[in-house]
Structure formats: C-alpha cells, structure tokens
C-alpha cells in the first residue's frame, strides 16, 4: 500500500530564505506527482506536476525534483515571501489507477 | 476560464439527516474525483468517475456513501444518516482523460454534523 510522508510537519523561516519542503512515498511504481498549495479554509492550488519520467519541474521560484527510484520528492521555494505562507502538500499517483494519494502536508510560515 | 466548482460552501446538518454536495467539473475535463479531508484522517480518496467507465468507488467509507456523474459532467455525492464523523471538508477536482493529467480541486464543501 503506497503510503506518502512529508517533513517537516511544519515549518518556520524569516522572509527571503530559500527553504526544501520533502516528500517521500513507499511504492516507487508512480505515474506522476503533484505539488499542491492549500490557504486555510480554501481548497487546493496545483503548483507543480511530474511525470514518471521526468526529473524536475520549475514554475517561477518554485521548483520541484522528483527521484522515483528513491521514493522522494522536494519543493525548492526561493527567496521566500509572507504571501508563500500556507500549507504544501504532495500527492501520488500510482500506476492502478486515478486517485491520488496525498502526504499530511508541510504548514509554512513566513516571516515578515 | 471557470474553475472547479462545489456547492454548498457549507452544510450543517442534523445526525441522521442524508445529505446532497455538488461538484461542477471543469468543461471539458471527463475525470472527476471526490476527496474528504479531516482533522485526523488528512486528504483521503473517495471516488473516481473515469468518462463511461465503471466508476472506481474503493475509498467509499461505508455504504451511506454514494455519488452519481449525470450526463459525464456533472456529480452528486450522497450520505446518507449522517454520522458525526463524516464531519469534514469534501473535495472535488477534475482533469483530462489522460492518465498523466493535472488534478485540479474546487474550493470544498465543509459538512458539519450535529
């Protein structure tokens, strides 16, 4: 059973640090993963998608690696802002099928 | 374009009282997925409608949950004698017929049971 795990739980940076939030799952047979941004109350922002194949993905100060044969993926956020803010979470999708199976997340907060 | 979207916002309902959320998906979009996310459980999979395909209902908590896709666009979850821990925010997200697509999600429906 896949199982995906985020670290830290939470997290804590003054402004314009550059900061790796971590995702790690079990079953490296994945179709793709996606990063995901979550404001309190709202729903989810998709940030980022990688395929299988691929190995990063870059949007903005956003990017993201991925190493299936290691089971882990990073958010690399550069020069970090108070409006970044929020939680991030990740999810997998395996090969059996559509859903996607998602970590507990990472809350960020920023510091002005 | 328009998003994903979900209504009610929100729903408070009595223990025992069924309940109705709706999901529009994106125009377009041929998958639809419901999630829920609790406190303790986290984002969970519910259901997935795949175009005309048997529709894969694996993460069905109980049997007091049913959703319906009318016309492959939009969906309907039901539960029904709701309990109190079915308290949680319901997620909706749609994406393209491939399989590699993008998920996107809709704002959520918070049910509340008392």
């Known amino acids: 059973k896949q199982e995906v795990t985020q670290i830290p739980a939470a997290l804590s940076v003054p402004e314009g640090e550059n900061l790796v939030l971590n995702c790690s799952f079990t079953?490296?047979?994945?179709?793709?993963l996606q990063w995901f941004r979550q404001d309190p109350g709202k729903g989810l922002t998709s940030l980022l998608l990688?395929?299988?194949?691929?190995r990063e993905q870059t949007s903005g100060r956003l990017n993201a690696s991925l190493d299936k044969s290691s089971g882990r993926s990073t958010l690399y956020i550069a020069a970090s802002q108070p409006g970044d803010s929020a939680t991030y979470l990740c999810?997998?999708?395996?090969?059996?099928?559509?859903?996607?199976?998602f970590g507990q997340g990472t809350e960020l907060s920023v510091k002005p | 374009g328009a998003g994903v979207s979900q209504s009610p916002s929100n729903k408070v309902t009595e223990k025992g009282k069924d309940v109705e959320l709706r999901c529009d998906p994106i125009?377009?979009?041929?998958?639809l997925y419901w999630y829920r996310q609790s406190l303790g459980q986290g984002l969970e999979f519910l259901i997935y409608f795949q175009g005309n395909s048997a529709p894969d209902k694996s993460g069905l908590p109980s049997d007091r949950f049913s959703a319906e896709r009318t016309g492959g666009s939009v969906s309907t979850l039901t539960i029904q004698r709701t309990q109190q821990e079915d308290s949680a925010v319901y997620l909706c997200?749609?994406?393209?017929?491939?399989?590699?697509?993008?998920?996107?999600f809709g704002p959520g429906t918070r049910l509340t049971v008392t």
């Open positions: 999810a997998v999708k395996d090969n059996q099928g559509g859903k996607l199976i």
């Open positions: 125009s377009g979009h041929t998958a």
């Open positions: 079953d490296s047979a994945i179709y793709n």
């Open positions: 990688i395929q299988s194949s691929q």
């Open positions: 997200a749609s994406s393209l017929v491939e399989r590699g697509a993008e998920q996107y």
